[in-house]
């Protein structure tokens, strides 16, 4: 029966442990009353029957006492691991009390690590992870995005024409497609008083094809989204708060931002940013909006205004191939004419993206960000998960005694590295507490530096981040206690009780130094990250723009769409907003263009005599503007050959024509162009305008972006009216900070005229700031955790070093008695620290050698293995090792060869 | 039998058994046959309900257990006391006293 098996064997299978305890009690209990009667005279078999019957019904008994059992059994084993656990968290605390110095080290490395994972973690959910809020089954909605060849090249575009939308809705595969545009900046109010909102065009089937519903009021209907229909508009819940504090009245008060009247119908939930991420103040009726906005409706009936983007819902069961098919054909249908005429791809193919941007093809710089701050934050947790082993490390070599004695002692090894663990655990959840306080914190600063486009309202995950601060605490707790808890516990009783305080396990010291090796190396990588991003940015700042951007003020007029301020008040207007601003302390002078560098530029027919036609331009062109005489002086345009324009240069005077070098060499290679003939504005039937003598050629002007090859570009007088566009720009050199002086300069044009709406006015460089922002973010990025890399990793040398002299102070003692020398003494500290150094930064170089090629086209003008990055990086890295083994060389000196000597 | 009778008989049934272990450790049929003695039989209790009784005192943490050898070489389950038990005893002794004067209280003024 169950008594003859092992008690392994019982304990292995509980219930049958139960089972077999009550069946051997019972069978004993009648064992003994049979013997009892028997005694007394009964028969053996009426002495069975009668302890039977004195028993009562047994089966009933029985289960009662199995069911008893293992109740009881229960309630042992989770008393047994409860008083495990709190024996062990109270040793882990008693523990760590012991040491607060390391404790601090340890809680504060885990806090850096954790803390920029959770920083990121929030980041990282809304931007890779997170549908769009507020959009019900959002598996089934999709982007359409079409793939053509373009000039060569593929490009996949997710900007359309109106027309082509409408052709996806003859598709049986989708129960919706919806068209939006991108965000316009509208002006709401006037003057001081403006309000500067962004708006996007919408179709009316946008809102119920997503499946939002408004927190106020509604969203319009097709009804309303129609060609000259009154307008209306759906408030973003972000505008709705700052605005109008969240009045519930605002349904059918009117917004006015020039271009119509527009009437309140409803507020959008709070976060909903459509399917994009940047916020959304203001939400209009395409069909009513894009008119007056864009100026007539050609903009919803041609195919060659590429405004709006597709958003389509799939019916159900339909996949996305099938989809994509169908979307192909009726795309390539729509555009049967322009592929017969050869002006575009036949083989076009539309392509039905997830509606999580970062899962499809183009993803957005932010999707690039995000990642990156994934890679970067995890090597800072690796580093401080590799340095907190260190610490513990060390720890475990000053405590080996007492582990010998304790294991000799007969405590089991589990329970030994299962204390460690404990205390490492407490340890990682202190840092983690810490690094959700730093993640509230400075989450809102990395959001909105590095971050600025996205609406981030719509919520922080805040259950998810302290799930996620948790798992990474007890992950990265265990992670570093594991190895130096084996490592301790793996030591020989014998050896470790016998051993003096000098003599070190020879393992364990390799092994500490390979993980400052690590440490090391992971920081260069970092480093070498940092230096290429803050070289480029460097670069671009020198960059040669052909004009110098530094102290140079753009100011934008913004009009109203009814006319009331036309051509002639707005060239009057430009030519005493320069009288005016010129006039400002600190404003060295001032000129205005017709378009801007980085934001719009203008290419008008052109015939040159003696050339059949204007030879193609890999970058486009030749763009014309208009300007005033000051404009290349103020620019800081250097004029090559000949002169600029001049205030002789008026309405009357010979038509005259500056020309950039780019164009110049593109008409006349090698040859000069002064006195030639340029005919500008061709129209066709219309007469040929006058010849417009070539009088200057100047430098090359960035046009569209700061990495450009040259752009042929010329400028005619504004008051010669050559090219037919107004002046709509000013520019404004001041002599110190641009951005300090944007708002004197602002109010003085407000004043000016009050049939303006609003002005802005703003640093040059402020328009090429998107094209810095990748630059910038890398360079802050690694720049900031590779700092925290490179502290965190030199106070792990530091404690190698420091515990190193401790360790071997008998040693040190003894050559010192021996005759060694000062330096000879210090060569011991400082030799290792230079060994583990130059192992860090081989490999560190090593590896940014490899994977520094990836970020090759992020980088301005820097190559990804540029030499002086690395050797700058080398010598950082050498300067703080040096910095990190001063105190503990410092200190082997001072050792006392007879203190030294006589100790133990 | 009504839910009182049965709560009566429980809890004599724990301070009899109690008492039995205050004097010596001893197994379930040790206790049956002391309980039996003592009473003269007047108590009719099933052994099955004195056994289940043990098991739930010693889920109660009244009384341990452990496993011994018969004298026929196979396992038997011998009861002791725990410190709780040990109070429990004591409880279980006045509480019983009061009961049993307040009975004879109530016996006595009905006959007089």
Same mark, same amino acid.
């Given at each position: 029966?169950?008594?003859?098996?092992?008690?392994?064997?019982?304990?292995?299978?509980?219930?049958?442990?139960?089972?077999?305890?009550? $069946?051997?009690?019972?069978?004993?209990?009648?064992?003994?009353?049979?013997?009892?009667?028997?005694?007394?005279?009964?028969?053996?078999?009426?002495? $069975?029957?009668? *302890?039977?019957?004195?028993?009562?019904?047994?089966?009933?008994?029985?289960?009662?006492?199995?069911?008893?059992?293992?109740?009881?059994?229960?309630?042992?084993?989770?008393?047994?691991?409860?008083?495990?656990?709190?024996?062990?968290?109270?040793?882990?605390?008693?523990?760590?009390?012991?040491?607060?110095?390391?404790?601090?080290?340890?809680?504060?490395?885990?806090?850096?690590?954790?803390?920029?994972?959770?920083?990121?973690?929030?980041?990282? &959910?809304?931007?890779?992870?997170?549908?769009?809020?507020?959009?019900?089954?959002?598996?089934?909605?999709?982007?359409?995005?079409?793939?053509?060849?373009?000039?060569?090249?593929?490009?996949?575009?997710? %900007? #359309?024409?109106?027309?082509?939308?409408?052709?996806?809705?003859?598709? &049986?595969?989708?129960?919706?497609?919806?068209?939006?545009?991108?965000?316009?900046?509208l002006?709401v109010?006037?003057?001081?008083?403006?309000?500067?909102?962004?708006s996007?065009? !919408? %179709?009316? &089937?946008?809102?119920?094809?997503?499946?939002?519903?408004? !927190?106020?009021?509604?969203?319009f209907?097709?009804?309303e989204?129609?060609?000259?229909?009154?307008g209306v508009v759906v408030l973003g819940?972000?505008y709705?708060?700052?605005?109008?504090?969240?009045?519930?009245?605002v349904?059918?008060e009117t917004i006015?931002y020039?271009?119509g009247i527009y009437t309140i119908v409803g507020v *959008?939930?709070?976060?909903?940013?459509?399917?994009?991420?940047?916020?959304?103040d203001l939400w209009l009726p395409?069909?009513v909006s894009?008119?007056?906005?864009?100026?007539?409706?050609?903009?919803?009936?041609?195919?060659?205004?590429?405004?709006?983007?597709?958003?389509?819902?799939?019916?159900?069961?339909?996949?996305?191939?099938?989809?994509?098919?169908?979307?192909?054909?009726?795309?390539?249908?729509?555009?049967?004419?322009?592929?017969?005429?050869?002006?575009?791809?036949?083989?076009?193919?539309?392509?039905?993206?997830?509606?999580?941007?970062?899962?499809?093809?183009?993803?957005?710089?932010?999707?690039?960000?995000?990642?990156?701050?994934?890679?970067?934050?995890?090597?800072?947790?690796?580093?401080?998960?590799?340095?907190?082993?260190?610490?513990?490390?060390?720890?475990?070599?000053?405590?080996?005694?007492?582990?010998?004695?304790?294991?000799?002692?007969?405590?089991?090894? /589990?329970?030994?590295?299962?204390? *460690?663990?404990?205390?490492?655990?407490?340890?990682?959840?202190?840092?983690?507490?810490?690094?959700?306080?730093?993640?509230?914190?400075?989450?809102?600063?990395?959001?909105?530096?590095?971050?600025?486009?996205?609406?981030?309202?719509?919520?922080?995950?805040?259950?998810?981040?302290?799930?996620?601060?948790?798992?990474?605490?007890?992950?990265?707790?265990?992670?570093?206690?594991?190895?130096?808890?084996?490592?301790?516990?793996?030591?020989?009783?014998?050896?470790?009780?016998? *051993?003096?305080?000098?003599?070190?396990?020879?393992? %364990?010291?390799?092994?500490?130094?390979?993980?400052?090796?690590?440490?090391?190396?992971?920081?260069?990588?970092?480093?070498?990250?940092?230096?290429?991003?803050?070289?480029?940015?460097?670069?671009?700042?020198?960059?040669?723009?052909?004009?110098?951007?530094?102290?140079?003020?753009?100011?934008?007029?913004?009009?109203?769409?009814?006319?009331?301020?036309?051509?002639?008040?707005?060239?009057?207007?430009?030519?005493?907003?320069?009288?005016? !601003?010129?006039?400002?302390?600190?404003?060295?002078?001032?000129?205005?263009?017709?378009?801007?560098?980085?934001?719009?530029?203008?290419?008008?027919?052109?015939?040159?005599?003696?050339?059949?036609?204007?030879?193609?331009?890999?970058?486009?062109?030749?763009?014309?503007?208009?300007?005033?005489?000051?404009?290349?002086?103020?620019?800081?345009?250097?004029?090559?050959?000949?002169?600029?324009?001049?205030?002789?240069?008026?309405?009357?005077?010979?038509?005259?024509?500056?020309?950039?070098?780019? #164009?110049?060499?593109?008409?006349?290679?090698?040859?000069?162009?002064?006195?030639?003939?340029?005919?500008?504005?061709?129209? /066709?039937?219309?007469?040929?305008?006058?010849?417009?003598?070539?009088?200057?050629?100047?430098?090359?002007?960035?046009?569209?972006?700061?990495?450009?090859?040259?752009?042929?570009?010329?400028?005619?007088?504004?008051?010669?009216?050559?090219?037919?566009?107004?002046?709509?720009?000013?520019?404004?050199?001041?002599?110190?900070?641009?951005?300090?002086?944007?708002?004197?300069?602002?109010?003085?044009?407000?004043?000016?005229?009050?049939?303006?709406?609003?002005?802005?006015?703003?640093?040059?460089?402020?328009?090429?700031?998107?094209?810095?922002?990748?630059?910038?973010?890398?360079?802050?990025?690694?720049?900031?955790?590779?700092?925290?890399?490179?502290?965190?990793?030199?106070?792990?040398?530091?404690?190698?070093?420091?515990?190193?002299?401790?360790?071997?102070?008998?040693?040190?003692?003894?050559?010192?008695?021996?005759?060694?020398?000062?330096?000879?003494?210090?060569?011991?500290?400082?030799?290792?620290?230079?060994?583990?150094?130059?192992?860090?930064?081989?490999?560190?170089?090593?590896?940014?050698?490899?994977?520094?090629?990836?970020?090759?086209?992020?980088?301005?003008?820097?190559?990804?293995?540029?030499?002086? %990055?690395?050797?700058?990086?080398?010598?950082?890295?050498?300067?703080?090792?040096?910095?990190?083994?001063?105190?503990?060389?410092?200190?082997?000196?001072? !050792?006392?060869?007879?203190?030294?000597?006589?100790?133990? | 039998?009504?839910?009182?009778?049965?709560?009566?008989?429980?809890?004599?049934?724990?301070?009899?058994?109690?008492?039995?272990?205050?004097?010596?450790?001893?197994?379930?049929?040790?206790?049956?046959?002391?309980?039996?003695?003592?009473?003269?039989?007047?108590?009719?209790?099933?052994?099955?309900?004195?056994?289940?009784?043990?098991?739930?005192?010693?889920?109660?943490?009244?009384?341990?257990?452990?496993?011994?050898?018969?004298?026929?070489?196979?396992?038997?389950?011998?009861?002791?006391?725990?410190?709780?038990?040990?109070?429990?005893?004591?409880?279980?002794?006045?509480?019983?006293?009061?009961?049993?004067?307040?009975?004879?209280?109530?016996?006595?003024?009905?006959?007089?």
């Open positions: 029966m169950g008594a003859d098996l092992p008690r392994g064997v019982r304990r292995f299978f509980r219930l049958g442990g139960v089972r077999a305890g009550v $069946a051997d009690e019972l069978s004993d209990h009648f064992w003994r009353v049979e013997e009892e009667l028997v005694r007394a005279g009964w028969s053996r078999e009426e002495a $069975a029957r009668e *302890a039977r019957r004195r028993f009562g019904d047994v089966r009933k008994w029985r289960k009662r006492m199995e069911s008893i059992d293992r109740a009881t059994d229960r309630r042992r084993r989770v008393g047994g691991m409860r008083d495990a656990l709190t024996g062990s968290v109270a040793q882990a605390f008693r523990a760590l009390w012991g040491s607060p110095g390391l404790s601090t080290a340890i809680v504060l490395a885990f806090a850096l690590g954790i803390g920029a994972n959770a920083t990121v973690y929030g980041i990282l &959910d809304r931007v890779l992870f997170s549908p769009p809020p507020h959009v019900t089954a959002p598996d089934d909605v999709v982007r359409l995005l079409v793939d053509r060849a373009f000039l060569n090249r593929r490009v996949t575009s997710s %900007t #359309l024409s109106f027309v082509d939308i409408e052709d996806f809705e003859a598709s &049986d595969r989708f129960a919706g497609v919806a068209a939006y545009s991108n965000v316009a900046i002006t109010g006037r003057g001081r008083d403006a309000d500067r909102v962004s996007r065009d !919408v %179709t009316a &089937d946008f809102f119920t094809l997503l499946g939002v519903r408004p !927190v106020l009021g509604r969203f209907t097709a009804e989204d129609v060609m000259g229909g009154a819940h972000g709705w708060m700052r605005r109008y504090s969240g009045r519930r009245d349904i059918g006015d020039g271009q *959008a939930p709070r976060g909903f940013t459509g399917i994009d991420l940047s916020p959304v395409v069909k894009a008119p007056s906005r864009l100026g007539g409706t050609r903009w919803l009936n041609t195919r060659n205004a590429y405004f709006v983007n597709a958003v389509a819902r799939l019916k159900p069961g339909i996949s996305t191939a099938e989809a994509e098919a169908d979307a192909t054909r009726l795309h390539r249908l729509g555009r049967e004419e322009h592929i017969a005429q050869g002006r575009y791809d036949a083989e076009a193919r539309v392509i039905a993206a997830p509606v999580i941007a970062a899962r499809g093809p183009n993803p957005a710089a932010e999707v690039r960000v995000a990642r990156w701050l994934a890679g970067v934050s995890g090597i800072v947790l690796l580093i401080a998960c590799i340095n907190v082993a260190n610490l513990l490390l060390g720890r475990a070599l000053r405590r080996r005694r007492e582990t010998a004695i304790r294991l000799a002692l007969g405590v089991s090894r /589990r329970r030994l590295v299962g204390d *460690a663990l404990m205390e490492s655990l407490v340890l990682a959840l202190a840092g983690g507490t810490a690094a959700l306080a730093a993640a509230r914190w400075g989450g809102d600063i990395v959001r909105s530096t590095l971050l600025p486009g996205v609406d981030w309202s719509a919520g922080q995950a805040g259950g998810g981040l302290i799930g996620f601060v948790i798992a990474l605490a007890l992950v990265s707790g265990a992670i570093s206690a594991l190895m130096p808890a084996l490592q301790a516990t793996r030591a020989d009783v014998n050896d470790a009780l016998r *051993a003096s305080a000098g003599a070190i396990t020879r393992t %364990t010291l390799r092994t500490r130094g390979l993980l400052s090796v690590a440490q090391a190396a992971l920081s260069v990588v970092l480093l070498v990250g940092a230096g290429l991003f803050l070289r480029s940015l460097q670069r671009v700042g020198s960059a040669d723009m052909g004009f110098e951007p530094d102290g140079m003020l753009v100011g934008h007029i913004v009009k109203d769409a009814d006319g009331t301020f036309d051509d002639e008040a707005q060239r009057a207007w430009f030519e005493r907003a320069i009288d005016q !601003v010129e006039r400002l302390p600190g404003v060295l002078g001032a000129a205005a263009a017709t378009s801007t560098p980085f934001y719009d530029a203008y290419a008008f027919g052109m015939r040159v005599p003696g050339l059949d036609s204007i030879p193609p331009s890999p970058v486009g062109g030749p763009y014309g503007q208009a300007v005033t005489p000051d404009y290349f002086d103020v620019l800081g345009l250097a004029v090559r050959r000949g002169r600029a324009l001049a205030t002789g240069d008026r309405d009357g005077s010979p038509p005259v024509i500056v020309i950039n070098h780019a #164009l110049s060499e593109l008409l006349w290679p090698g040859e000069d162009a002064i006195g030639r003939c340029i005919h500008v504005n061709i129209e /066709r039937d219309a007469p040929l305008p006058p010849c417009a003598e070539v009088v200057g050629v100047v430098e090359v002007a960035a046009r569209g972006s700061i990495n450009e090859e040259a752009t042929p570009q010329y400028y005619t007088a504004a008051a010669q009216r050559l090219i037919p566009v107004t002046p709509n720009v000013l520019f404004v050199r001041t002599g110190g900070d641009a951005n300090r002086q944007a708002l004197p300069v602002r109010d003085a044009l407000l004043a000016l005229d009050e049939r303006l709406r609003f002005v802005e006015v703003r640093p040059l460089i402020d328009m090429a700031a998107s094209e810095l922002r990748p630059w910038r973010l890398g360079a802050t990025l690694f720049t900031a955790f590779g700092l925290i890399a490179l502290l965190v990793a030199s106070l792990g040398l530091f404690s190698v070093l420091a515990f190193d002299v401790a360790q071997r102070v008998r040693e040190i003692g003894l050559r010192a008695a021996l005759g060694a020398t000062t330096p000879g003494i210090i060569g011991l500290v400082v030799g290792r620290a230079a060994r583990i150094t130059a192992g860090g930064i081989a490999i560190g170089l090593t590896v940014s050698l490899l994977l520094a090629p990836r970020i090759g086209d992020l980088l301005y003008q820097v190559e990804p293995r540029d030499p002086l %990055t690395f050797l700058g990086v080398a010598a950082l890295l050498i300067g703080v090792a040096a910095v990190a083994s001063a105190l503990p060389a410092w200190r082997a000196t001072k !050792v006392d060869p007879n203190v030294a000597l006589r100790t133990e | 039998m009504g839910h009182d009778s049965l709560n009566l008989i429980q809890g004599t049934l724990d301070l009899l058994v109690l008492e039995a272990l205050d004097r010596e450790p001893s197994h379930g049929y040790g206790i049956a046959r002391w309980v039996r003695e003592r009473t003269d039989g007047a108590l009719a209790i099933e052994d099955g309900a004195l056994y289940t009784a043990l098991h739930r005192m010693e889920k109660r943490g009244w009384l341990r257990s452990a496993w011994g050898v018969s004298e026929n070489n196979r396992r038997a389950k011998y009861y002791s006391l725990t410190a709780r038990g040990r109070t429990r005893l004591k409880e279980e002794r006045v509480a019983w006293a009061q009961y049993a004067d307040a009975v004879f209280k109530v016996i006595r003024s009905a006959r007089g």
